[in-house]
């Protein structure tokens, strides 16, 4: 049974799956079924170092950039073949594979032009994000978007690293961002164009 | 307080307890305000929870409405709703305006403790979800919705899995207590029956699914269609029948390059145990029989199919899609049931592509299609699948 996140918590991923080397984040909401423009729900991933600052500009995966230069995180994008499970953007990440200097995964899920829309995540039905050991598919965490951080349109949601024992940890944040995708890279320390 | 459209609180936050005033107050002439529980899948699971003007309490009592000009006051008590309302969903609805054309619009929780300012959100729509009171695992709490339907109390009732009559102007006319149109004695399935957990609906965000073989083969695929039939109306908002029919048919393609079109419409009914492997169980659709049209597609010669696009067609009448309700399921042993509705894009076309199904490597792979056509041809067209038309008529 997967561990239910809840805001501040986390937990050993390594315990519930020993031997992890690689995850896959993945992002999953019900289609919009009221009238207006749909709801499109994209995740992000920051790698960051000792400061909380992205390692390089490519460490900033997203749906524009979909592979961090040394190939540790990569995006899924859009999951057309999700049935059942019906992840609809997964993120990847090879642990085995992050530079030295790499402390933490910052992971984002924002809302598409959610400002201009006038969309948050309380619109949402049934958005999650959950955490999933790649070698066998099983969910080891869970966090449900739905019903925090509802009037925002951006969210960290999860960070993901290693403790000094070498345990992959995730550690719930959601933490909503007023300023959407492009407020929170710049914290982060990318530079934008 | 005043909440945001998305705000999602704990009514504790607000020191409301159990016991739960909701006021909406409206400016906008024959406007309707409702009250819906709902199911845990968010549908009508008993209509004597829907409550208003003409159904002012729930059989418990746990929500009862004290209508006024320019206001509906509803008073709950959460304690008392049984289990199987997970919520309750708060509308407002009008015949012919928007609803965001109401001056005030707005939704008071308790004694002022918190309200929400509806209007400012709204653009055309006729039907409106305000706000909806549920069940989470850390108590009753409030979320704002401010979002609907342009299509109006038809639309809203069928997002909440319930049917309705196209004329809505003919509800306040029929018995404020709606008579119960004479049940089948098998069709106990009601159109919000609680789904199977193993059913997999295809949507836009989530169009495809595929399926590998369980056993030898995929043994008896039967494709479905059905839509809503005037004997299944639910009373509560009355209304005439419908003169719709649908029929489902398919285009197929064989490895061996046999091509052809399986309908209703020129006795083409085709054949289970030789080729084309797909059968039309009859068009005797006269409204008595309640499970629709039916193809079977025998799965145990499954790899000698290479691919076929499943349609409806209206063919008599004029085409109005918006009525039908229908939707499509596949079954086949020991597969999720795949659904699919046909909600989207409706249009005057005669003819709705709805589904693909291919065969990649022996996996049979299911795409939602949802796209109107002017005929068979267009659609084969579209789909690849070309065909001499003088041959869709023999027998």
Sequence with gaps: MAVSLSKGGNVSLSKEAPGLVSVTVGLGWDVRKTDGAAFDLDASAFVVDESGKVLSDGHFVFYNNKTSPEGAVVYGGDNTTGAGEGDDETIKIDFSKLPANAKKVTIAVTIYDGQ??????????????????????????????????????????????RSPQGDIKVKAIGEGWESGLAGLASAMGVNLA | MQLQQGEKRSLADFGIGAQCAVKVEFGLDGADIAAFGLNKERKIGDD???????????PEGAISLVPAAGSAVFSLELDRLPDTIDRVVFTATHDSRPIGDSRP????LGNNAASFDVAQYLSNEKAVMLVEIYRHSSGWRVGTIAA????????????????????????????????????????SAPPSAPVSLKKVTLEKGNPRVSLQKTGASFGEIILNLNWSQPEQKRGLFGGGPKNVDLDLGVMFELQDGYKGCIQGLGRSFGDYEHEPYIQLSGDDRTGAVSTGETIR????????????GVFALI???????QQTDGVVRMTMPGQPEIEIRLVEGRDNSRLCGIALINNVNGTLQVDRHMQYYRDQK??????????????????
């Design chain 2, 297 to 308: 597609v025998n799965g145990r010669h499954f790899d000698k199919i290479k691919r076929i």
């Design chain 2, 105 to 108: 619009l707005a939704v008071t």
């Design chain 2, 48 to 58: 004597r929870y829907v409550v208003l003007f003409s159904n002012t309490r729930s």
């Design chain 1, 116 to 161: 201009a829309r006038r969309q948050n995540f309380g619109s949402v039905q049934n958005a999650y994000a959950r955490v999933i050991n790649l070698a066998d598919g099983k969910e080891l965490a869970r966090y449900d978007l739905s019903e925090d951080s509802s009037t925002n349109a951006a969210m960290v949601f999860v960070e993901l690293y």
């Design chain 2, 315 to 321: 063919y008599e009448g004029v085409p109005n899609w």
């Design chain 2, 148 to 187: 609907g339907f342009a299509g109006g109390l038809a639309s809203l009732i069928s997002h909440f899995g319930g049917e309705v009559a196209d004329a809505p102007a003919a509800a306040p006319a029929s018995a404020p207590t709606p008579a119960p149109a004479a049940p089948a004695p098998a069709a």
């Design chain 2, 378 to 395: 267009q659609f084969a067209d579209d789909i690849g699948i070309i065909l001499r038309w003088a041959a869709g008529s023999k027998d």
